[in-house]
């Protein structure tokens, strides 16, 4: 499919790869893109091909530094109060209500709106070189948004100081891995676009009903206190398992390939 600020690819072992490609302006995003992954994510959910998805972005200094400011950034002067809308509510994959697998491979700067992806992918991935900030305060902006959706995956106190630091701190590759905002770390960014696409595929080969109802059920777990969400629980296996039953007999199933990570 032809895009204007994105690509996106399909590979035969049921893995979409969506490539942000704005280099030229360190893959910002602006209205056009929004526009795009609403359209994206639409197509990857209608798509019974598509198992698993690798988010990743084009070869230069940024995996994303957020909105396209020089754009005039996502409000419009002539939108009234109440006519504001948050860009996560297209560009996110949860808040499509795609329930696919997201693996996101993240490099160099990631910044601010970048997070909106962050927040509702299922597995980080990040090269060596990157850089975690969010400057809105620098700039005399209230942050919000990114940072309460980081809350789900980041500790409240690595939230905070990010959000009132700005620019004048970045987290480093190691730094997040530490924190469990990244699960993997590689040398480089061909690396790390590599390991993304082995760990989608690897996912992909496993039966989509069951991989996408333990993503919704995890997910929609967040929202509920422990104890509801644990009674809930049970209802996305009766419904994710014919009659009761696993999709795979385990007796007759291929072995796994075990990986020490």
Wanted: charged share 25%; proline share 6%.
């Amino acid at each position: 499919m032809s895009y204007e600020t994105i690509l996106y690819d399909v590979g035969n072992d049921g893995v979409a790869t969506i490539t942000l490609n704005r280099p030229d302006r360190l893959n910002a995003f602006n209205r056009m893109m929004g526009a795009e992954f609403r359209d994206v994510w639409a197509t990857v959910k209608a798509d019974h091909g598509v198992r698993a998805v690798v988010l990743r972005a084009s070869d230069c200094p940024a995996f994303c530094t957020g909105v396209d400011v020089k754009e005039g950034g996502w409000t419009r002067p002539e939108d009234g109060p109440w006519d504001a809308t948050d860009p996560g509510e297209v560009l996110g994959p949860k808040s499509n209500h795609v329930w696919k697998p997201v693996i996101l491979a993240t490099h160099g700067m990631v910044a601010g709106g970048a997070f909106y992806w962050l927040n509702e992918a299922d597995i980080i991935l990040c090269s060596e070189d990157a850089q975690f900030f969010d400057p809105h305060v620098t700039f005399g902006m209230v942050a919000a948004c990114e940072p309460i959706g980081a809350l789900a995956r980041m500790p409240l106190g690595e939230v905070i100081r990010m959000t009132l630091l700005g620019n004048d701190e970045r987290m480093s590759a190691q730094t997040a891995l530490r924190i469990s905002l990244v699960t993997e770390v590689t040398p480089t960014r061909e690396e790390l676009w590599k390991r993304a696409h082995e760990i989608a595929s690897a996912i992909a080969a496993k039966p989509a009903a069951a991989i996408q109802g333990s993503v919704r059920a995890i997910w929609e777990a967040l929202d509920m206190p422990r104890h509801a969400a644990m009674t809930n629980a049970l209802k996305y296996t009766q419904l994710g398992n014919p009659i009761g039953r696993a999709e795979v007999d385990r007796w007759s199933a291929p072995k796994a390939t075990w990986r020490l990570r």
